[in-house]
């Protein structure tokens, strides 16, 4: 259903190549970022999901992971949101219809996922919080909702129908925003929608904070979600004034040396709050870098969802060069947050809630690698590469190798191809004559080989070893 004809401001666009967005980024920011709705049609053009619906399924039953199943009954407008992790056997028990799986975090458990986030670099990167995907089978929906944050909906796989409510974006008229009482879901009492869009794959929807919104699932679909970082301002001051609170210097307290006799000893009068003034600010963070620092380490902890931890001991540096030399890669953890700032003297650094003094060029580096090879570690100076071998013993680098790394993708196909592949216990088929073999080449655990018309018996002896397990398992 195409969106209703009105005189209203541009709200849906066609991307084209090169312009993923329908026009520059700049105009994008200008005219819709914060201020009203847009959808993108064929913005992925022949996007093919990296994530399929029973992927999704088996992370949400992995330890860590933040999964809901959210279950619709339409004859009750029953709603029932259930938790993961979640076994197995709850997936084949649901029905066909009217339910919803959700799974927060999946760009730090999927490279492919991940990699995504790139399409969105015309934003600050530390903005991003992270990429939600959702399973919907047909009539699935978390209901009519608003977000306190921006969001992009990718369509990944089938069709969902979004309807939105964009009154306030382009008639200045705010929609009712109450929620209702009897689910545990923050659901609209009251949602009437502006617009009714179907979005098929590689069509995008960006939607501002506080846009009353609905999707549908039309058939079985996956929608990935990017959501932004959007602290609210009491989770801001409740940590910067931990912070101040922290560092407070005892010295500086209350103080009225120009004290007069007051008319009244029983009043706070506005003198007495003049003075109360000048204490508050007098602890208050004027240093631009000590107010800097403190946003840095807060944005890279903000709503973080996994713990970076190191799984081995830290090689030493002298080590580290070595390996890179041979071909290994240092690789960020996908858990991990970086953001950089410029300061009075270079700039800092801010790694999942540590703040770093390095040269600008280090922390931009660091800030924006998910890997880094021997070049760019010798691009680094000195105390980039100190800074660097910290973070290693803090498990936020760890050494890989590129050559192990290997798509479970592939790995499914080369099973498959009967060909070139060959699976355990299975019979092959013999294809070249054998006329002669070396037995220098054969192992003493092999009894006797024979070559026959349609192929070759080996016969292995199995014998067990003094230190074998003895209660025969295989």
């Known amino acids: 259903m195409a969106a209703r004809k009105s005189s209203a401001p541009l709200i849906e666009v066609t991307a084209r190549p090169g312009q993923p967005l329908g026009m520059a980024p700049a105009t994008f920011l200008r005219d819709f970022w914060q201020k009203r709705p847009l959808l993108i049609r064929n913005a992925f053009p022949d996007f093919q999901t990296p994530v399929q619906p029973e992927d999704l399924a088996g992370l949400a039953c992995e330890e860590g992971v933040l999964a809901r199943l959210i279950e619709h009954d339409k004859h009750q407008d029953g709603w029932r949101v259930r938790t993961g992790p979640f076994q197995e056997d709850v997936f084949p028990a649901l029905p066909d219809h009217d339910w919803t799986l959700l799974v927060q975090d999946v760009?730090?458990?999927?490279?492919?996922?991940?990699?995504?986030?790139?399409?969105?670099?015309?934003?600050?990167?530390?903005?991003?919080?992270?990429?939600?995907?959702?399973?919907?089978?047909?009539?699935?929906?978390?209901?009519?909702?608003?977000?306190?944050?921006?969001?992009?909906?990718?369509?990944?796989?089938?069709?969902?129908?979004?309807?939105?409510?964009?009154?306030?974006?382009?008639?200045?008229?705010?929609?009712?925003?109450?929620?209702?009482?009897?689910?545990?879901?923050?659901?609209?009492?009251?949602?009437k929608p502006t617009h009714d869009w179907v979005l098929a794959p590689g069509d995008m929807l960006y939607l501002p904070p506080n846009v009353p919104h609905h999707g549908v699932a039309e058939d079985p679909c996956l929608t990935f979600s990017f959501g932004m970082r959007a602290p609210s301002s009491a989770e801001l001051i409740s940590d910067y004034l931990d912070t101040l609170i922290a560092d407070a210097d005892e010295n500086i307290r209350y103080q009225d040396a120009d004290l007069k006799v007051p008319a009244d000893p029983n009043e706070i009068?506005?003198?007495?709050?003049?003075?109360?003034?000048?204490?508050?600010?007098?602890?208050?963070?004027?240093?631009?870098?000590?107010?800097?620092?403190?946003?840095?380490?807060?944005?890279?902890?903000?709503?973080?969802?996994g713990e970076v931890m190191a799984h081995q001991a830290a090689p030493a540096p002298e080590e580290v060069v070595q390996a890179l030399a041979s071909g290994l890669l240092l690789q960020r953890h996908p858990w991990a947050r970086l953001a950089w700032r410029r300061a009075k003297r270079g700039a800092s650094l801010y790694v999942s809630g540590q703040d770093f003094a390095l040269p600008v060029k280090d922390a931009q580096r660091l800030a924006g690698a998910e890997q880094l090879d021997a070049a760019a570690y010798r691009g680094l100076s000195d105390k980039g590469r100190?800074?660097?071998?910290?973070?290693?013993?803090?498990?936020?680098f760890q050494l890989i190798d590129p050559s192990e790394m290997y798509d479970a993708e592939d790995e499914d196909e080369d099973e498959d191809d009967g060909e070139d592949a060959m699976v355990l216990g299975e019979v092959v088929e013999g294809r070249d004559r054998v006329d002669a073999i070396d037995a220098d080449a054969v192992s003493d655990d092999v009894h006797s080989v024979t070559v026959h018309d349609d192929g070759i018996e080996v016969i292995v002896n199995f014998e067990d070893d003094e230190e074998d397990d003895s209660t025969g398992r295989a």
């Open 107 to 191: 760009d730090k458990w999927d490279p492919d996922v991940r990699a995504l986030i790139e399409h969105f670099s015309f934003l600050p990167r530390w903005r991003m919080d992270d990429v939600m995907i959702s399973f919907a089978a047909t009539g699935g929906s978390v209901g009519a909702h608003v977000d306190q944050y921006d969001v992009f909906l990718l369509q990944a796989h089938g069709h969902r129908r979004w309807q939105i409510d964009a009154s306030e974006s382009i008639k200045g008229k705010q929609p009712p925003l109450g929620f209702r009482p009897d689910v545990e879901l923050k659901l609209l009492k009251v949602f």
């Open 269 to 305: 009068d506005t003198v007495a709050m003049a003075r109360v003034i000048t204490a508050l600010n007098a602890i208050r963070m004027n240093d631009p870098d000590k107010l800097g620092d403190w946003f840095g380490r807060f944005i890279t902890t903000y709503r973080a969802a």
């Open 386 to 396: 100190a800074v660097l071998q910290q973070l290693l013993v803090g498990g936020v």
